[in-house]
């Protein structure tokens, strides 16, 4: 067990550092650069800037610092955030994103199962249909619909919630439900084809010649094995929901790492998209890791090795 | 003995006791058809009745978006002076005056938006930029996901292992930092490659669809590579690939022949409900300003500039919003329905 | 309660399918005494789990009993609810499946599952549970039990897990075991242990067995009587020597020519019994056997044989008993 963790981080470490290199190289092959936006420079202060972040040195010993100081966890200065360091800007970015993504996977997980497993229980039955059509309908409304039209209804026309920020416990009920409707949805259809799977074998028919009941049988004997797909979806999702949803964000206005993230890419601010880069690879391969482990308690058919 | 007689109920006679003919038997055997899989699934798959419904939905919204706007009185670029900012079938001024003139003028459906374009035919055309940018991206993603994951899945080893930490890399890397960077990468070699005899269609389809498409095929194939890999290791167990491999085949005839054939049912589903997902990444890049180019609409950049005035004119985001919905709804209704049909493990 | 452990009187039964109803059982009517143990033989599709099931209440949702009364031990159990059903279900009446390997919830471990069954009917606590789920696993030989409770189903083998099933069936003495095709899934080897298990446990616990089996080969050693069944009808039942040794049948004949006979010193041929079974969604309306009845006659074909008695335990539905009375009464 531990054996097989250290392995995969030893693996995740390797994955990072080739996703590190490759960003590394493809941002700086891309024409443009951080300073070129600015009109008002002049070629002297620009060449003075560059020196100041060491971009005037040849590429590969950029490559090379780079990957010195970040050894010693040193992720540099911003270049447009003048006096932050990266890790300052991810330190006080990521919890925001973190906080709200996680709020959103445990709603979805909390209703989709649930929902779910009702479902393929009752399959067929009007409660079943009921859920097939919402879960269906819900998996076709991007995120960015649902948020714009939120708060079209509830902040424009009702003025029943906050339209911008996080700062009041009402004020996460809208990202909220805008992140976790897909979500919410998809797990539901997953455990709803899964639970029906399960429904079906043979150990389910054992359980019923005991006399166990419906709720135990599916609470009990069911969802343990039905959950799987469910906990291999829960990986990813985790990974794209904590690191901040960039549209979310930007259309709450949220200051969040999502948000931070991509408008450091068309400014070029180099340390930030690198230091980002290799945050959110650590981040999703970690998740990776935990959803494997989490696996293998569920299924002690499952050997990690 | 007489007793037990009596328990029939009817006349017996001597002929009754005489052998059966083979020919008489064998009219007893009523034996029920049998269907082969095609033939199986397509029936079970008229018979749902949810799915044909979607199946109808997409091909009404594919004359809708790809023959209607051939012609439709206004093109989606056209700029009508004097008519920016129409209502839902609102006239501008100059308009109003042509009918009392007792010209004909063909009504703003959905009114026209800031640079006065008719917004109907904006819609139904960016109705068919998502659609060709979700089925065209579903195909590349079909081709290179399962190519690559029937390599590796079939290779195993360290092959396997080697292709699988690729994809790991790929799945890493930020999708948003590869599609803008590449975008202002392949801008101007695209700008100039559309000059070249031949490559006229880029400046059609615009740079930054191309680049989208370029995108598609970089990143999101891995996940279809993963779904195959996992098909053909547990196919490639089966009994007739060790046939196969002891009359000679060449691995390449083997995935070819046996394993990809045997798992066509799942491409097929998993590249219909790949479409949505497609148009969905599509609507949210262009949302955000990185899709399509300007004049050319997408359901996503609709929506997106549609946020603005959404006060003034909820209908400009209501209508593609609307479109994007049914869309997607009814590709997942169309893929769930063949999945129901073709899918092996769904037969009950 | 009634004289009759097991009363099924005339029971038919549907299921419901899209491509119309497909009729399982057709006139089935099944007694057993209170430790008697009765083979149901056939081939599949004819209709011997459904029975055993419809006993259980575990039919598939689509199943309907369409006539006849199932009683058991004096409760009529095709009118019971679904929840006084379970209160039956592993109490009264238990069953082991086919399939071991798939029976058992691969993500509990063996003594869970053996405690839950125990625990479900009546009130022991968890110490008593446990005691009675390793006293369990003596009884159906199996080694070191505390160890095997911790243990999870895929670190059992095929026969381990099979015993394991028969102790949960056991777990609240039973008065009626219904063992459905329990060893077809085994070994061969393994096969002779656990039905020899299942003897021992049955003179031991004084329970009723329905023993499930297509193969004539596993009931020869262990079965009272025993119930021949083809497309959905009881074609022949009897005691074991009757069947064995007076087959009233064609369909019993046949399946007596297809064991193999080892003891025989000439080597008979083995004779299968050619054809394929009936579709019950279109069943023919004379004789079921009949296509592929060697000795059919015109009148199987057109007419339903009803049921000859041959003394007071033998019954069979063939319509060459008649021809043989019918002629011999004209011969005398």
């Known amino acids: 067990m531990l054996k097989y963790i250290v392995k995969r981080i030893l693996m995740g470490v390797l994955t990072a550092f080739i996703v590190a290199t490759l960003t590394f190289f493809i941002m700086n092959l891309v024409p443009g650069g951080p300073f070129l936006s600015e009109k008002a420079v002049t070629p002297q202060a620009q060449a003075a800037m560059e020196a100041k972040y060491g971009l005037d040195k040849p590429l590969f010993m950029q490559y090379l610092t780079y990957m010195g100081d970040l050894l010693h966890g040193n992720m540099g200065l911003s270049i447009k955030k003048r006096g932050f360091t990266v890790t300052d800007i991810i330190?006080?970015?990521?919890?925001?994103?973190?906080?709200?993504?996680?709020?959103?996977?445990?709603?979805?997980?909390?209703?989709?199962?649930?929902?779910?497993?009702?479902a393929a229980y009752r399959r067929g039955k009007t409660l079943d249909n009921i859920i097939i059509v919402f879960s269906t309908a819900g998996i076709a409304i991007p995120s960015f619909l649902t948020s714009t039209l939120m708060m079209y209804f509830l902040s424009v026309k009702l003025k029943l919630l906050p339209s911008l920020g996080l700062d009041s416990p009402q004020s996460y009920i809208m990202p909220v439900i805008a992140l976790s409707l897909y979500p919410t949805c998809y797990i539901a259809r997953l455990m709803r084809s899964s639970m029906l799977d399960v429904i079906g074998q043979d150990y389910m028919r054992t359980a019923r010649a005991k006399g166990v009941g419906t709720f135990k049988a599916i609470f009990k004997h069911a969802l343990r094995n039905a959950i799987l797909p469910v906990v291999t979806y829960l990986g990813p999702l985790l990974?794209?929901?904590?690191?901040?949803?960039?549209?979310?964000?930007?259309?709450?206005?949220?200051?969040?790492?999502?948000?931070?993230?991509?408008?450091?890419?068309?400014?070029?601010?180099?340390?930030?998209?690198?230091?980002?880069?290799?945050?959110?690879?650590?981040?999703i391969i970690m998740m990776n890791v935990i959803v494997d482990i989490a696996y293998a308690f569920i299924d002690p058919r499952i050997k990690l090795k | 003995m007489e007793k037990k007689k009596n328990l029939l109920s009817f006349q017996l006679n001597a002929d009754d006791f005489l052998p059966a003919t083979a020919d008489e038997k064998e009219s007893l055997v009523i034996m029920r058809e049998s269907v082969g899989f095609w033939q199986d699934g397509f029936r079970r798959f008229k018979k749902n009745k949810i799915a044909m419904t979607a199946f109808v939905i997409v091909a009404v919204i594919m004359i809708l978006a790809f023959i209607v706007p051939l012609f439709y009185p206004y093109a989606y670029e056209q700029q009508i002076k004097g008519s920016e900012r129409l209502g839902i079938m609102e006239y501008s001024a100059s308009e109003l005056d042509r009918i009392a003139a007792g010209e004909s003028v063909f009504p703003h459906f959905l009114?026209?938006?800031?640079?006065?374009?008719?917004?109907?035919?904006?819609?139904?055309?960016?109705?068919?930029?998502?659609?060709?940018?979700?089925?065209?991206?579903?195909?590349?993603i079909l081709l290179i996901g399962s190519v690559y994951g029937a390599v590796a899945g079939y290779f195993g080893g360290n092959v396997d292992m080697v292709m699988m930490r690729i994809v790991d890399v790929l799945y890493?890397?930020?999708?948003?930092?590869?599609?803008?960077?590449?975008?202002?990468?392949?801008?101007?070699?695209?700008?100039?490659?559309?000059?070249?005899?031949?490559?006229?269609?880029?400046?059609?389809?615009?740079?930054?669809?191309?680049?989208?498409?370029?995108?598609?095929?970089?990143?999101?194939?891995?996940?279809?590579?993963?779904?195959?890999?996992?098909?053909?290791?547990?196919?490639?167990?089966?009994?007739?690939?060790?046939?196969?491999?002891?009359?000679?085949?060449?691995?390449?005839?083997?995935?070819?022949?046996?394993?990809?054939?045997?798992?066509?049912?799942?491409l097929i589903v998993t590249t219909t409900l790949q479409i949505p997902s497609s148009i969905f990444t599509e609507s949210f890049l262009s949302f955000l300003g990185l899709g399509v180019q300007a004049p050319m609409p997408s359901l996503g950049s609709l929506a997106s500039n549609a946020l603005n005035g959404l006060q003034t004119y909820p209908e400009k985001l209501f209508a593609p919003a609307f479109m994007i919905f049914i869309i997607i709804l009814s590709f997942n209704l169309l893929g769930d329905g063949l999945r129901d049909a073709f899918d092996p493990k769904m037969k009950k | 309660m009634g004289e009759y452990l097991v009363d099924i009187k005339h029971e038919k039964l549907s299921f419901f399918t899209p491509v119309g109803e497909v009729k399982a059982l057709n006139d089935v009517s099944i007694r057993m005494k209170e430790g008697e143990v009765l083979g149901v033989v056939g081939e599949s599709g004819s209709g011997k789990?459904?029975?055993?099931?419809?006993?259980?209440?575990?039919?598939?949702?689509?199943?309907?009993?369409?006539?006849?009364?199932?009683?058991?031990?004096?409760?009529?159990?095709?009118?019971?609810?679904?929840?006084?059903?379970?209160?039956?279900?592993?109490?009264?009446?238990?069953?082991?499946?086919?399939?071991?390997?798939?029976?058992?919830?691969?993500?509990?471990?063996?003594?869970?599952?053996?405690?839950?069954?125990?625990?479900?009917?009546?009130?022991?606590?968890?110490?008593?549970?446990?005691?009675?789920?390793?006293?369990?696993?003596?009884?159906?030989?199996?080694?070191?039990?505390?160890?095997?409770?911790?243990?999870?189903?895929?670190?059992?083998?095929?026969?381990?897990?099979?015993?394991?099933?028969?102790?949960?069936?056991?777990?609240?003495?039973?008065?009626?075991?219904?063992?459905?095709?329990?060893?077809?899934?085994?070994?061969?080897?393994?096969?002779?242990?656990?039905?020899?298990?299942?003897?021992?446990?049955?003179?031991?616990?004084?329970?009723?067995?329905?023993?499930?089996?297509?193969?004539?080969?596993?009931?020869?050693?262990?079965?009272?009587?025993?119930?021949?069944?083809?497309?959905?009808?009881?074609?022949?039942?009897?005691?074991?020597?009757?069947?064995?040794?007076?087959?009233?049948?064609?369909?019993?004949?046949?399946?007596?020519?297809?064991?193999?006979?080892?003891?025989?010193?000439?080597?008979?041929?083995?004779?299968?019994?050619?054809?394929?079974?009936?579709d019950l969604l279109n069943p023919p309306k004379g004789c079921p056997f009949a296509p592929r009845c060697d000795s059919c006659m015109k009148i199987c074909l057109r007419e339903k044989p009803e049921s000859i008695d041959f003394g007071e335990n033998h019954y069979s539905r063939c319509w060459l008993n008649v021809k043989d009375e019918y002629s011999g009464g004209e011969k005398s």
């Open chain 3, 49 to 278: 789990s459904v029975t055993a099931y419809s006993l259980i209440g575990l039919t598939a949702e689509n199943g309907k009993i369409m006539g006849g009364e199932v009683n058991f031990n004096g409760h009529r159990v095709d009118l019971m609810s679904e929840k006084e059903m379970r209160g039956i279900r592993g109490k009264e009446i238990s069953i082991i499946f086919q399939d071991p390997m798939t029976s058992l919830n691969p993500v509990y471990t063996i003594g869970n599952q053996i405690e839950e069954a125990v625990r479900i009917h009546g009130d022991k606590s968890a110490e008593e549970a446990r005691e009675r789920a390793k006293e369990l696993l003596t009884l159906v030989g199996i080694n070191e039990p505390e160890k095997r409770l911790k243990q999870y189903p895929h670190e059992l083998s095929g026969g381990m897990r099979q015993r394991v099933m028969i102790a949960i069936a056991l777990a609240c003495e039973p008065k009626l075991l219904i063992a459905d095709e329990p060893t077809t899934a085994l070994d061969v080897t393994i096969q002779a242990q656990i039905l020899e298990l299942m003897n021992d446990l049955k003179n031991k616990l004084g329970m009723g067995i329905m023993l499930i089996t297509h193969d004539l080969g596993v009931v020869a050693s262990m079965c009272d009587n025993i119930a021949v069944m083809y497309a959905g009808e009881i074609v022949e039942y009897g005691s074991a020597d009757d069947i064995f040794y007076n087959p009233k049948h064609e369909y019993t004949r046949g399946l007596l020519k297809s064991i193999p006979k080892f003891q025989e010193k000439e080597y008979s041929k083995l004779v299968p019994i050619e054809g394929q079974p009936v």
């Open chain 1, 91 to 118: 330190g006080n970015k990521f919890p925001v994103s973190a906080r709200l993504g996680g709020l959103a996977v445990l709603v979805a997980v909390m209703i989709g199962v649930p929902l779910g497993s009702v």
């Open chain 2, 111 to 140: 009114g026209t938006d800031q640079n006065g374009r008719d917004y109907t035919i904006r819609v139904l055309v960016g109705a068919r930029v998502s659609m060709t940018v979700g089925i065209i991206a579903s195909a590349l």
């Open chain 1, 239 to 283: 990974a794209a929901l904590m690191t901040g949803s960039f549209i979310i964000e930007k259309i709450f206005t949220i200051p969040g790492l999502g948000h931070e993230f991509v408008s450091a890419i068309p400014s070029r601010d180099y340390p930030l998209i690198m230091g980002t880069t290799i945050f959110l690879a650590c981040f």
């Open chain 2, 172 to 266: 890493t890397v930020p999708d948003v930092l590869i599609i803008i960077l590449l975008a202002q990468v392949l801008k101007f070699p695209l700008q100039n490659l559309s000059k070249v005899p031949g490559f006229g269609w880029i400046t059609a389809l615009g740079p930054n669809m191309v680049s989208m498409f370029l995108v598609f095929a970089l990143l999101y194939w891995v996940g279809m590579a993963r779904i195959v890999r996992g098909q053909i290791m547990v196919l490639k167990q089966n009994e007739y690939v060790t046939a196969a491999k002891a009359l000679g085949a060449t691995d390449g005839r083997i995935i070819k022949k046996h394993l990809i054939t045997n798992c066509i049912g799942t």
